[in-house]
């Protein structure tokens, strides 16, 4: 019985964990706005479904336009991510507009 409560308890302890993570993790993303502009809230659906919006400003300084196309074509092709090709055009155009140095 002992031995059962424990169970329990160490369960309960890693589902309130796990579940104020998520809501962190929610609560972060709120505070990251990409900048506005055509193509702004495809790229954040696009986007956030397998990581951090953090991701697109933190690494511009070092992409250009094909660094961006290499990028979303990995993100397609390798990692399966959910983007058809009128959506990968329209993602490319803002984060080369917005998120890319300039050559």
Known sequence: MRRTAAVLSA????LGTAGAQAQGGAAGEAGVQLKAGAGREVTTSRCIIC???E?????APAMDRAAWQKTL???RERFGA???EEEARTILDYLSTNYARRS
Request: glycine share 0%; no cysteine; proline share 11%.
């Open 82 to 84: 959910p983007i058809d």
């Open 55 to 59: 991701y697109i400003p933190a690494n």
């Open 73 to 75: 074509q990995k993100m």
């Open 51 to 53: 990581h951090s919006l």
């Open 11 to 14: 369960a309960v302890l890693l």
